[in-house]
């Protein structure tokens, strides 16, 4: 019997869920460090804020071999009122900002944890170079305005755009299609 060996095989590429695991939590606060400390200068020493008392953390882990490697992009999402929800620190590994799906993935996670927690509106505070991808995403601005130095939109997500995430710690995986070797 002559088995025929496939042309294509479909592979985990990213997980994105909540983090829960303390090698999650602690591979999101080095890339938000290297991101808005290192790379932007944003803050000096940290980039931890009273926000990060009540949040909660959502990553992107990239997969080797189909298990799980290493933190490559992170956002937070906190809810200041009840309803009222907010992400900031969105932040992807830069060797992995031109793989184009774990920053958008990242927001989609985001917006539906905070629906399956009772979101009625969700906003962001997004640097301008990334009003285009939120637009995209179907989110609207609202208006401009400077934080710790740097301009910004702020801009509310369009609820009806996104799904609620069923399980925020399971997370879900982004697949690609690659040839047989």
């Known amino acids: 019997m002559l088995i025929e060996k496939p042309k294509f095989y479909i592979c985990p590429e990213f997980i994105i869920r909540q983090a829960y695991r303390p090698w999650e939590v602690a591979g999101s606060n080095q890339l938000r460090h290297d991101t808005f400390v290192n790379e932007q200068g944003i803050f000096d020493g940290n980039d931890r804020d009273e926000i990060d008392r009540d949040m909660i953390t959502i990553v992107a882990v990239s997969t080797l071999a ?15 009122e009840l309803g009222v929800w907010w992400g900031s620190r969105l932040s992807v590994a830069p ?17 539906g944890t905070a629906i399956k927690h009772g979101c009625n509106l969700f906003l962001a505070h997004v640097q301008l170079r990334n009003v285009p991808l939120f637009k995209k995403l179907n989110w609207k601005q609202l208006e401009s305005l400077k934080i710790h ?3 910004h939109m702020k801009m509310e997500a369009n609820l009806s755009a996104f799904d609620s995430v069923s399980d925020p710690k399971r997370g879900w995986i982004t697949l690609s299609k690659r040839k047989a070797a």
């Open 66 to 80: 189909a298990e799980e490697d290493e933190v490559v992009g992170t956002v937070r999402i906190h809810q200041p």
């Open 95 to 111: 060797k992995y900002r031109r793989v184009g799906k774990i920053g958008p993935e990242l927001i989609r996670f985001a917006v």
């Open 149 to 151: 130095g740097k301009n």
